[in-house]
């Protein structure tokens, strides 16, 4: 089975999130399972500089200017580059200039990505006919529309969503240089709001819509998460489904890894401690063996760090210690920061990106604490799993389907894996992190736990073989 992926972003050439960790991770788990995957990336200037490429098909016009798409292996992925200048070779991020400002053109950018996914759908490449279309995110969303509009409507195709906060949404005027037939300016077209909207398109248009978490899929037929989309999503909910990402586990292992201060084990767990006091020297905390709980995230509303802000002088009080990292928002940069110095050796932060920081977090806290209000999938926790950090979390999206809360029958049973509590709600949240201090306090119990977690599967295998099956059931729909 061939399928094409078709995305704005895939590790390790190009990524500003998670939704490059899926696209370049994925390939590599399918390919044990019978799932040949090849991805169609934008031609950016650091992708075009890391390739050997190979002409495989030209345009004389696509959207402004010429362009040609390449074949080329790098890192072990089997890729097809739009290598088309005038939209794609620029300075600054993938989406926009240095500043972070949008670049004006990002719909044509992205409706020639799709273009070109759709013919390629069609056979535009000799010797290669994909059996299904996979498109992750509002980029790459229009192949769909140009399948669906052109000669590919009967190959099979698959909308992932990694963040419905994300649409690509433009004004009307942006239609007559799509080069859609007029019937597809309709409500079951890419219509929006008056607009065009390309994610809306491509959920209309795909055979199945997947997001990163069961969870999650539910949340968005809601209107508080369904982002103006859940109508939509509802009708379309027949074949809709979740599907929690991996992560990658050389990247992450405990027993590897080079951040740590010391390597360690779920049967080694003692070497943890080294970590915990190399915490304490880094982020300048008091020396204790009570538990530390830390933060690694984006500092923003959808984390929810105000409501862990609201909360630091109560769990400062009940003895934890807090260990944060993390970027964003000036406000909450500066709650934080003013913690800190309310609490000096008991909270600790650090702003900035660190990647380092955040491996040694995980390595050496007792606990991580993710209060977000909603989140798609989440890897955090899936990292505090396989380290032995216990994560902290608010019940929703992936974070809701990864952990498993210690209440008293899970933790008779010897199955749970951390502290769930209810989103937004600052109350519950300081009740879970008391809830596990008490555990703490107990070190047989909360060994228990770390090495629960540790055996959770969090790896790309089992995702793959959803993805691997999901794709099968869509060729048999196909073949009815
Ligand atoms: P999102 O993609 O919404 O930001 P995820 O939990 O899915 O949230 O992924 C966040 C990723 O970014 C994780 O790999 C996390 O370790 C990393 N990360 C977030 N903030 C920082 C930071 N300040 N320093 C280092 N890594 C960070």
């Not at 991805?39 to 402004?64: I, R, W």
């Not at 690694?296 to 400062?316: C, N, Y």
């Not at 406000?331 to 050796?345: D, K, V």
């Not at 008490?438 to 993805?467: E, F």
């Amino acid at each position: 089975m061939q399928v094409l992926s078709v995305t704005p972003e895939i590790f390790p050439l190009i990524k500003t999130g998670g939704l490059a960790d899926v696209t370049g991770a994925l390939p590599q788990a399918l390919a044990g399972l019978g799932v040949g995957m090849r991805s169609l990336v934008p031609g950016y200037p650091v992708v075009m500089s890391a390739l050997k490429k190979k002409a495989v098909h030209q345009y004389t016009a696509l959207h402004g200017g010429k362009a040609t798409l390449h074949t080329a292996e790098v890192a072990g992925l089997d890729l097809l580059v739009l290598d088309a200048p005038h939209l794609f070779d620029r300075p600054g991020g993938p989406y926009g200039d240095a500043t972070g400002a949008d670049w004006q053109d990002n719909w044509r950018r992205f409706a020639a990505l799709g273009r070109v996914g759709a013919d390629i759908a069609a056979g535009a490449v000799k010797d290669y006919k994909p059996d299904i279309v996979h498109a992750h995110d509002w980029q790459s969303a229009m192949t769909l529309a140009y399948m669906r509009y052109g000669e590919a409507a009967q190959v099979p195709s698959v909308m992932t969503v990694h963040n419905l906060a994300f649409q690509g949404q433009f004004g009307v005027n942006i239609f007559a240089g799509l080069g859609l037939p007029q019937q597809a300016m309709a409500l079951d077209g890419v219509e929006y709001y008056g607009g065009v909207g390309f994610l809306k398109a491509g959920l209309q248009a795909a055979w199945a819509i997947t997001t990163v978490s069961p969870t999650y899929a539910q949340e968005i037929r809601t209107p508080a998460f369904g982002m103006g989309l859940d109508g939509l999503i509802n009708l379309r909910s027949p074949d809709l489904s979740g599907i929690v990402n991996g992560i990658d586990d050389d990247i992450w292992n405990p027993e590897t890894d080079k951040h740590l201060a010391a390597t360690y084990t779920a049967k080694s767990l003692k070497g943890r401690k080294a970590n915990k006091r190399a915490i304490e020297e880094r982020m300048t905390l008091d020396r204790d063996d009570g538990p530390i709980y830390c933060v690694v995230s984006r500092l923003t509303w959808q984390k929810g760090i105000d409501i862990l802000a609201s909360i630091i002088d109560p769990v400062i009080a009940s003895g934890a210690r807090l260990a944060i990292l993390g970027s964003g928002d000036a406000g909450l940069e500066g709650a934080l920061l003013a913690a800190a110095a309310r609490h000096r050796g008991r909270v600790g932060v650090v702003i900035g990106y660190d990647e380092g920081l955040s491996h040694q977090l995980q390595g050496g806290a007792d606990g991580i604490l993710i209060p977000s209000r909603f989140e798609p999938c989440g890897l955090t926790q899936l990292y505090g799993l396989r380290y032995g950090c216990v994560p902290i979390v608010a019940r929703t999206g992936g974070l809701a389907d990864t952990v498993i809360d210690a209440n008293e029958a899970a933790v008779t049973a010897g199955v749970a894996t951390g502290f769930q509590f209810a989103p937004e709600n600052a109350g519950d949240f300081h009740h879970a992190i008391l809830r596990a201090n008490a555990l703490h306090a107990d070190p047989a119990a909360w060994a228990a736990i770390q090495k629960q977690g540790m055996k959770s599967d969090v790896s790309w295998d089992r995702s793959a073989q959803k993805y691997a099956a999901l794709y099968r059931k869509l060729l048999s729909k196909r073949d009815a």
